[in-house]
Every structure is written in C-alpha cells, then in structure tokens.
Nanobody, 124 residues
Framework: QVQLVESGGGTVQAGGSLRLSCTAS????????MGWFRRAPGKEREFVAA???????ISYADSVKGRCTIARPTVANTLLQMNSLKPEDTAVYYC??????????????????WGQGTQVTVSS
C-alpha cells in the first residue's frame, strides 16, 4: 500500500514563502513522477508542478512559474518551495505520484496515488 503525507502548509501574508514537503512510503518510486496539485475554493483541481527522478524533467504551471521551485531530495520525497505568494495561491495542496509514462504530468487523471492535502492560506 502506498501512502503520501504532505506537510508545510500554513498561513502567510502576501509576498511570503512556504515550503511544502511530501513523503511517500510503501513502494519504491525510482522511476515515478511526483507532482503537486491544488484546489482553491470554488475551483477545479489544477496542476502546480511535477518532477521526475533525477534530472529528467521538471514542469510548472504558468500561474506559479518563477515563484515556485520543485525538488526531489530523495526518490520518495519532493519539496515545493513557494515564494512571493499571492492570495490567489490559497488552496489545499496535494501531493501525487504517477506510476505510468505516456500521460502528461499536468493531468491529474494520470496520477495513481494522492495525499490528503495541506492547507495554504495567503492573506492580503
């Protein structure tokens, strides 16, 4: 059984920073993409960022490009550093794992495992 646990959410003022962490357990993830999605109030879940093991590829949503950095310090751990946060970044952030290739990393339907989410609130 695969388990994903997110941490690092909280409340910050606009312009502040947060670092989200996700740790996976239960299986090896050497070749699996790990990604971050978010769901804001009244909106659909949207892609934020994704990273493959090693240095094979990193993707960011246009809405966070230049403000966020995703990292993969271990095969089963991913970090999302978010800077210059805006009120519109307020959402529940979810970590997810994609186990198959051939599906775009921006599509949530391509991910097999999900964490419970961590709340990020950015005040104006």
């Amino acid at each position: 059984q695969v388990q994903l646990v997110e941490s690092g959410g909280g409340t910050v003022q606009a312009g502040g920073s947060l670092r989200l962490s996700c740790t996976a357990s239960g299986r090896t993830f050497i070749w699996y993409t790990m990604g971050w999605f978010r769901r804001a109030p009244g909106k659909e879940r949207e892609f934020v960022a994704a990273i493959r093991p090693g240095a094979l590829g990193i993707s960011y949503a246009d809405s966070v490009k230049g403000r966020c950095t995703i990292a993969r310090p271990t095969v089963a751990n991913t970090l999302l550093q978010m800077n210059s946060l805006k009120p519109e970044d307020t959402a529940v952030y979810y970590c997810a794992v994609m186990t198959k290739t051939g599906t775009t990393v921006t599509n949530s339907l391509g991910y097999d495992y999900w964490g419970q989410g961590t709340q990020v609130t950015v005040s104006s």
